[in-house]
C-alpha cells in the first residue's frame, strides 16, 4: 500500500465548473500538507500549503485537511482552462524533510 | 518568492558518458537539497537528500556511485549521472525547503534523454 493516494484521473470539467481534487494517507505522522501544480515538463508549482487538519482559502482554491481520516482536498472554483494540469498532494511530518507525494491528478478544463 | 534555477534543462547524452545537473537557490540559502526522478504520467520519487558540507543520503535502490551528488555551498547542488544508459532517461527534480514558510520550492526539472 502507497503512503499516499491519489487518483490519478484524468478528470475532465467544463470551463467554471467546481473542481474537487482528492488524496489519502496512511502515515499519520505526517503534519504539513501541500497542492502542487505541475504543467508538463516543468516543476512544481506550490498552491497550497497548510499545517495540521483545517481549511485555507486562497482565491479561487480551498484546501482542506482532515487528520481524523487521513484526507486532504483541493478545490478550485470557476475553473479556467489554464488550470489545465496535473495536480499533486504532498506531505511531510516535522523538521524539513523530503515530501512524499501523491501520484498527481491531471485535470482537463474544456474551453 | 524563493527561486531555485536547475540547468539544464534538457539534455541529450550518449550512453556511457556523464552528465551533470545544477541547482542553485537565488534569494535564499539552501542547506538542504531534495533530488527526485520522475517518468512519464508518474509521481516524484525521492532519490536522495543532500545537505551542505556532509555527504547525501540515497533513498533504498538508488546507486550512490551512479548518481553522485555535491552540496558544496549553500546555494548550489548539483546531481552527477554518470556512465548514463537509456533506462536513466527520466525528468530530474530538485527542491529546498524555503527558511521563510514550509513551502517547498522546485527547479523547473531537467529532461535527460540517454540515446
Known amino acids: 500500500q502507497k503512503e499516499v493516494e491519489q487518483d490519478p484521473g484524468p478528470l475532465s470539467v467544463p470551463e467554471g465548473a467546481i473542481v474537487s481534487l482528492n488524496c489519502t494517507y496512511s502515515?499519520?505522522?505526517?503534519?504539513?500538507f501541500m497542492w502542487y501544480r505541475q504543467y508538463s515538463r516543468k516543476g512544481p508549482e506550490l498552491l497550497m500549503y497548510?499545517?495540521?487538519?483545517g481549511n485555507k482559502e486562497d482565491g479561487r482554491f480551498t484546501a482542506q485537511v482532515d487528520k481524523s481520516s487521513k484526507y486532504i482536498s483541493l478545490f478550485i472554483r470557476d475553473s479556467q482552462p489554464s488550470d489545465s494540469a496535473t495536480y499533486l498532494c504532498?506531505?511531510?511530518?516535522?523538521?524539513?524533510?523530503?515530501?512524499?507525494f501523491g501520484s498527481g491528478t491531471r485535470l482537463q478544463v474544456q474551453p | 518568492g524563493a527561486v531555485v534555477s536547475q540547468h539544464p534543462s534538457w539534455v541529450i547524452c550518449k550512453s556511457g558518458t556523464s552528465v551533470k545537473i545544477e541547482c542553485r537557490s537565488l534569494?535564499?540559502?539552501?542547506?538542504?537539497m531534495f533530488w527526485y526522478r520522475q517518468f512519464p504520467k508518474q509521481s516524484l520519487m525521492l532519490m536522495a537528500t543532500?545537505?551542505?558540507?556532509?555527504?547525501?543520503?540515497?533513498e533504498q535502490g538508488v546507486e550512490k556511485d551512479k548518481f553522485l551528488i555535491n552540496h558544496a555551498s549553500l546555494t548550489l547542488s548539483t546531481l552527477t549521472v554518470t556512465s548514463a544508459h537509456p533506462e536513466d532517461s527520466s525528468f530530474y527534480i530538485c527542491?529546498?525547503?524555503?527558511?521563510?514558510?514550509?513551502?517547498?520550492?522546485f527547479g523547473s526539472g531537467t529532461r535527460l534523454t540517454v540515446v
Open positions: 543532500s545537505n551542505e558540507g556532509s555527504k547525501a543520503t540515497y
Open positions: 527542491s529546498a525547503p524555503e527558511r521563510a514558510n514550509y513551502g517547498y520550492t
Open positions: 502515515n499519520s505522522a505526517f503534519q504539513y
Open positions: 534569494d535564499f540559502q539552501a542547506t538542504t
Open positions: 504532498a506531505m511531510s511530518g516535522t523538521g524539513r524533510r523530503a515530501l512524499t
Open positions: 497548510t499545517y495540521s487538519s
